[in-house]
């Protein structure tokens, strides 16, 4: 019985080094383990902070983007109706030429135009407004041959003689002057 005795303490003296053994490893794959899943969230959380960052970045992008398309539809909006109200203008202005109001209206564009005029001069008017003009000169007392060569909703353009100088008082240029100075003015109110 002694070498019974004797297997059996070296069996179970094998056993508890292989469940001590078993026990290590299990402690070596548990500490393994808790290593890899850190690292494994270390890694997770780098991944999704440059993420957050790529996507933020486009975001900004996309936000920028989207603005920069709002200031342009929002500019060509006003452009729109700024040009819209110089054309409503020129509209009224060409209807203008058949109110009453309207001889009076050109006896004060030609006298604004021939204001410091010295000599001969021409006043280029519309043919519809050819009547009017010399008409218009004669109450002035101004000697100026009256030249209908121009195509004009309103208005004259007075030049002298030699053509050296030249006032256009018709409505397409003060409306043109308008447009030229108020335009900022009107694309501001529009806000």
Wanted: glycine share 6%; net charge negative; with cysteine.
């Amino acid at each position: 019985m002694a070498i019974e005795d004797i297997f059996r303490a070296l069996d179970e003296q094998a056993d508890a080094e292989c469940s001590e053994l078993v026990r290590a490893a299990e402690g070596q794959a548990e500490a393994i383990l808790a290593e890899a899943t850190a690292a494994a969230d270390r890694i997770r959380q780098q991944r999704l902070q440059v993420t957050g960052e790529i996507v933020g970045q486009k975001a900004g992008k996309a936000l920028n983007a989207a603005k920069l398309d709002n200031r342009k539809q929002l500019a060509a909006v006003r452009e729109r109706v700024v040009q819209q109200v110089f054309k409503d203008a020129a509209t009224k202005l060409a209807a203008m030429r058949e109110t009453k109001e309207y001889q009076d209206v050109f006896a004060s564009l030609a006298k604004e135009a021939l204001g410091g005029v010295d000599g001969e001069c021409a006043m280029r008017v519309d043919p519809a407004d050819a009547g009017l003009a010399e008409q218009v000169a004669k109450n002035l007392g101004i000697g100026c041959e009256v030249v209908a060569d121009i195509e004009a909703t309103g208005g004259l353009v007075v030049s002298s003689q030699n053509d050296r100088v030249s006032r256009s008082n018709t409505f397409e240029s003060r409306l043109a002057k308008a447009q030229k100075f108020t335009y900022a003015r009107v694309s501001e109110i529009l806000g």
